[in-house]
């Protein structure tokens, strides 16, 4: 890296000249992240990177230039290169029919932009047609339509890759962490799609900036605002309502967006409830806001932030909120034409709250609060070395600090508490990475991160004896470390591999390798996360876990049909996997360590994909099918067995009708295996009471019942004005009111007590309509 600042302006080549600049959205002035921009003669193509940036080198000459980006005019500009020239960009949106038009007459694969596997894309204006829970276009809901991506159930917080937990995904928001991405207990997202720019999930062979995670990456890019004229937009739905307000601070240099949204279905249930629950509260808000400035052609400064609660209550007895804080600070410069360098500073909480109260004179009360804070540095240098050659290197420096929880219990005035020590981490990272056109045909991404973790000192370290598996540890001693020295450090070397090759014209070949480590864990042994569930650093009795990853697949674009073919496969092998002992103790407990294992796992399947972006019908159809398994001693009789989160079957759906310019139409239709469970198998008879009991001690050997569901939206463009548009979008959640098993418990039959029934615990059991309206001035 200090050899990459050393090289100074970088001069020419002899008679070679580079030309270099943005791409922008023609009415906002939003930077295009992804543009592709070609030159001819000679199809040198190259893509605008994070900040819609390009640069690309060649003979002096005439050449045409050809930029495209899907949902705008394709344009081209005649130039002719005598010397190294700045040239920015503005591209113009295209309207809804638009077919995809390219000057050259060579129809282009989106995904052979790149070289990797496993990317997926959505930009606000997909995700906003997708059919949506309410009514409300969601982020990660637009991800469960997508292959190899899935959810335990309706409801649940978070979503599945691949074989992995939840808590194996990278989510960052402008760069910044976000370590629960749900509201309302798993059905929208925290994501406002009025501040989101664009989305990609990485899901297999993850560019080498990345790191911290195994099963995938999810980048989430907000909007900068508009640096022409300002906008207000909004809508008010079902459940919740939108404002959005974005405009120039200093025409074409600086801008603002400031998005917010809250809930109010605690207002409208209020009339319909009994006067002692009218005080109860069920909501939820978040504000997103983002500004820029240009401070001149060589530097432009970015300030990011999100802040958003949910708050539930019932009476003056239960007290429940959670929440998410991030700020990120960004910093773009240019030390010439090839080289471009981002510096990001973040921070990043969340946190969680829970507090009971009784309703009597005795005053009895409980409160439990919980946190974990996270501070980052992430300088990254893009070096545009040559038309062959684009280098990314960088470092990234992060602190963790844990707080597993305080709860304090209270009765008639008198007070106990339990205090948990915070625990601290460090991760610190240097990587380097090479995308290579080695020839026309083959492409390299070969690239290394160099990772190491510390779980430091300043708190109580915990040493244990062992025992027999699947029994909690017995405590052998409790040290207090009082600096804030490592205790446990690791080094991992973490390479990354993605090779393309172009078969014939319009069909590629790609394979992928990545080793990544992960060193923070979810502590959950419940059906679905939820909210209280805990983060908790690798310990010196907590090994982080590792991943491999192996990738094999093709894209193509079949002669005369307009979609794209896409079939990838994967395998998966995992170690020191975080795994809990049967009826393990997981809040508020000081030696929580007694009760994890560590076991390994892997996963595997095949995912097909046929996608089809232009015309007036548009959509997608996916099917993957795949296994998760784990094995852990002590448990299953030390056999593998399925995780929660394996579906074997999943069919995915989206179609798109643009009918007119009035009138769209959407419907998304969802298919999968039921997810694994542990049922008893049969009963011990305790002072007569019937116990349920698993005789076999197997895990997950049952399954719960297949999971299918039909949405379908209609969008009505209302009236279009020269100073306010709106539309109406009108949707139903559910068509044929199927009730998906969230789980299945099992009860005492009321008119027989010795027999057991089997009840299905459904969230969502019927339709649900809805209606939003949306406005733009």
């Not at 749900?182 to 501040?195: E, I």
């Not at 098993?741 to 029934?757: G, L, T, V």
Request: positive net charge; glycine residues 8%; charged residues 20%.
């Amino acid at each position: 890296m200090v050899l990459l600042f050393a090289m100074g302006p970088l001069q020419a080549q002899t008679g070679k000249y580079t030309i270099s600049g943005y791409v922008k959205d023609e009415g906002s002035g939003e930077v295009l992240i992804n543009a592709t921009v070609t030159m001819q003669p000679g199809g040198v193509a190259v893509i605008t990177n994070s900040y819609g940036y390009y640069s690309v080198t060649l003979p002096g000459g005439k050449y045409t230039m050809l930029i495209t980006y899907s949902g705008y005019k394709t344009i081209q500009k005649e130039i002719e290169l005598k010397g190294n020239t700045t040239t920015d960009i503005t591209l113009a949106a295209g309207g809804k029919d638009m077919q995809e038009v390219v000057i050259t007459g060579e129809r282009k694969l989106r995904r052979t932009n790149t070289v990797g596997m496993g990317i997926q894309q959505l930009s606000a204006a997909q995700i906003k047609k997708i059919p949506a829970f309410m009514g409300e276009p969601d982020v990660v809901k637009a991800l469960l339509t997508l292959p190899g991506v899935t959810t335990v159930g309706e409801g649940s917080s978070g979503f599945n890759v691949r074989g992995g937990n939840v808590d194996e995904n990278l989510i960052i928001m402008d760069e910044a962490p976000v370590y629960n991405s749900s509201h309302l207990l798993g059905f929208f997202s925290v994501f406002n799609p009025d501040a989101v720019k664009n989305v990609t999930m990485y899901k297999s062979a993850f560019p080498a900036e990345y790191g911290g995670r195994t099963s995938s990456v999810l980048d989430i890019r907000m909007k900068e605002g508009n640096n022409q004229k300002y906008h207000v937009n909004g809508g008010i739905g079902n459940v919740f309502s939108r404002l959005a307000v974005e405009g120039p601070i200093q025409k074409d240099k600086s801008s603002f967006v400031v998005a917010a949204r809250r809930s109010y279905i605690d207002v409208l249930a209020k009339p319909f409830l009994k006067a002692e629950d009218r005080n109860s509260t069920m909501y939820f808000y978040d504000i997103t806001a983002k500004l820029n400035y240009e401070l001149n052609e060589k530097n432009t400064i970015y300030l990011s932030g999100y802040f958003g609660q949910d708050v539930f209550g019932f009476g003056d007895q239960v007290k429940f909120k959670w929440g998410n804080t991030t700020g990120t600070f960004r910093w773009n410069h240019l030390f010439n034409r090839k080289l471009f360098l981002n510096t990001s500073i973040y921070y990043s909480k969340y946190n969680y709250s829970l507090a009971f109260k009784s309703d009597d004179d005795v005053q009895q009360g409980y409160d439990w609060t919980s946190d974990i804070q996270t501070y980052g540095v992430k300088p990254s240098l893009t070096w545009f070395a040559s038309n062959k050659h684009t280098i990314k290197t960088g470092v990234n420096a992060i602190y963790y600090n844990f707080y597993p929880g305080k709860g304090e219990a209270s009765s008639e005035g008198a007070k106990s508490q339990i205090i948990l020590d915070r625990r601290y981490g460090a991760e610190t990272a240097a990587f380097l990475e090479d995308t290579w056109k080695l020839n026309p045909q083959w492409q390299i991404q070969a690239g290394v991160r160099l990772n190491r973790y510390a779980y430091l000192g300043n708190t109580t370290v915990y040493h244990f004896r062992d025992t027999t598996p699947n029994v909690r540890k017995p405590l052998d001693y409790a040290e207090k470390v009082t600096s804030k020295k490592a205790v446990n450090d690791w080094v991992f070397f973490e390479p990354r591999l993605s090779l393309r090759y172009e078969l014939k014209k319009n069909t590629f070949f790609k394979v992928g390798y990545s080793r990544t480590t992960q060193y923070l864990h979810l502590l959950s042994n419940t059906a679905s996360p939820t909210p209280v569930d805990l983060y908790f650093p690798s310990t010196n009795n907590i090994k982080p876990s590792l991943t491999d990853q192996y990738s094999v697949g093709f894209v193509t674009l079949p002669t005369g049909l307009p979609v794209e073919i896409s079939v990838e496969t994967f395998y998966k092998k995992m170690d020191d996997l975080l795994d809990y002992i049967d009826n393990a103790n997981l809040n508020l407990n000081q030696v929580v360590e007694a009760d994890l294992l560590t076991g390994k796992g892997k996963s595997y399947g095949v995912e097909v994909e046929v996608k089809k972006e232009t015309g007036k019908w548009q959509g997608w159809v996916n099917y993957t099918l795949s296994r998760s398994l784990r094995q852990t001693p002590g448990i299953s009789n030390n056999d593998w067995y399925l995780s929660r989160f394996d579906r074997t079957h999943v069919v995915n759906s989206c179609v798109m009708y643009n009918r007119s310019e009035k009138w769209q139409f959407s419907a998304n239709f969802t298919f999968g295996s039921g997810t694994p469970s542990t049922f008893p198998d049969s009963k011990l008879d305790i002072q007569g009471l019937p116990i349920p009991y698993n005789s076999t001690n197997k895990r997950n050997d049952f399954r719960l019942p297949a999971y299918h569901r039909l949405d379908v939206s209609a969008i009505m463009q209302g009236h279009q004005g020269k100073k306010m548009k709106q539309e109406w979008v009108f949707g139903i959640y559910n068509v044929y009111a199927h009730k998906n098993a969230y789980s299945i418990y099992f009860q005492q039959n009321q008119d027989e007590p010795e027999k057991k029934e089997a009840i299905r615990l459904s969230i969502i059991g019927s339709l649900i309509p809805s209606v939003t309206w949306n406005f733009k001035f």
